[in-house]
């Protein structure tokens, strides 16, 4: 079975820091791109940040340039998401989604596989 799973989600206050897994089971992820996006309540999915095969990175929310930094680890079949300096705004259910090329794409239907999402909520 084909799947991604997202964890380290938590509450965290502002400012802090979380370190999100995407880990993969049942394929590798060393060929392809991983996408990471969030979505709040009531709002759309939204595009957070790529990390291609080569391991470039891509920042497609202007709200977290600077605060967040996609990376990879391909010998343990794992992507990370490290989140700095946390706003309340960035509170929503993460996702990472792989494509089946190595390159990046901002839309979400580019996407072939997904995981169920980890909570981050930021709040005092």
């Known amino acids: 079975q084909l799947q991604l799973v997202e964890s380290g989600g938590d509450l965290v206050q502002p400012g802090g820091s979380l370190r999100l897994s995407c880990a993969a089971s049942?394929?590798?992820?060393?060929?392809?791109?991983i996408g990471w996006f969030r979505q709040a309540p009531g709002k759309e999915r939204e595009g957070v940040s790529c990390i291609s095969s080569s391991g470039g990175s891509i920042i497609y929310a202007d709200s977290v340039s600077g605060r967040f930094a996609p990376s990879r680890d391909d010998a343990k079949n794992t992507v990370y998401l490290q989140m700095d300096s946390l706003k309340p705004e960035d509170t929503a259910v993460y996702y990472c989604?792989?494509?089946?090329?190595?390159?990046?794409?901002?839309?979400?239907?580019?996407?072939?596989?997904w995981g169920q999402g980890t909570q981050v909520t930021v709040s005092s």
């Open positions: 049942g394929f590798t992820l060393d060929y392809r791109a």
């Open positions: 989604a792989a494509r089946e090329v190595g390159s990046c794409h901002r839309g979400p239907y580019e996407y072939d596989y």
